[in-house]
């Protein structure tokens, strides 16, 4: 009797934790609200990603400041997002959950190339109500927008230009 609680005791403890471990690559239907696949092609549901690209480097070459929504809105885009969270190779599914504010969400294809071997990569993610929206891509130094350490940006963040007028950042 004690070998069999044994084993059960076992089995009970690698379901547990085969239940919480979680892939990047695997949406387990059961533990998941949904899946986003961050691979290519991006669909552009909100607006050109070009286009943001180069409104954000547009507002960066000058002095000003600018709301994010301004930024979206000179690229041509829709308004149909709320917050903007930027996924990188270091970035954990439970810190990227929180800051979009997509609890349950699970996703696929999330950067994972060491940037010592090559140019760092990455999103920027649009979120509306909890779902993901749309991807724009960047990498290395072609990257015009420096989230840093705020987990998100609304439509309201304001950001400028940074000490070297190549990318934005939030405004202290």
């Given at each position: 009797m004690a070998k069999l609680n044994h084993v059960l005791l076992v089995s009970v403890t690698v379901s547990t934790l085969?239940?919480?471990?979680?892939?990047?690559?695997?949406?387990?239907?059961q533990t998941c609200t949904g899946t986003f696949d961050f691979s290519a092609p991006y669909a552009?549901?909100?607006?050109?990603?070009k286009r943001f690209d180069a409104a954000l480097r547009d507002v960066a070459k000058g002095s000003d400041e600018a709301m994010l929504i301004e930024i979206t809105r000179a690229?041509?885009?829709t308004?149909?997002?709320e917050r903007l969270v930027e996924v990188r190779i270091s970035t954990e599914v439970a810190?990227?959950?929180?800051?979009a504010n997509t609890p349950g969400q699970?996703?696929?294809?999330?950067p994972t190339m060491d940037y010592r071997e090559g140019s760092e990569q990455g999103y920027y993610l649009f979120v509306d109500k909890g779902k993901p929206v749309?991807?724009?891509?960047?990498?290395?130094?072609?990257k015009p927008l420096e989230v840093r350490d705020r987990g998100a940006l609304t439509a309201e963040s304001m950001l400028v230009p940074s000490?070297?007028?190549d990318k934005l950042e939030p405004a202290p």
């Open positions: 085969t239940a919480c471990t979680s892939s990047t690559d695997r949406a387990d239907d552009e549901p909100l607006g050109s990603s690229a041509g885009w308004d149909d997002w810190d990227l959950n929180k800051n699970c996703w696929k294809h999330l749309q991807v724009v891509s960047w990498s290395g130094n072609k000490q070297w007028h």
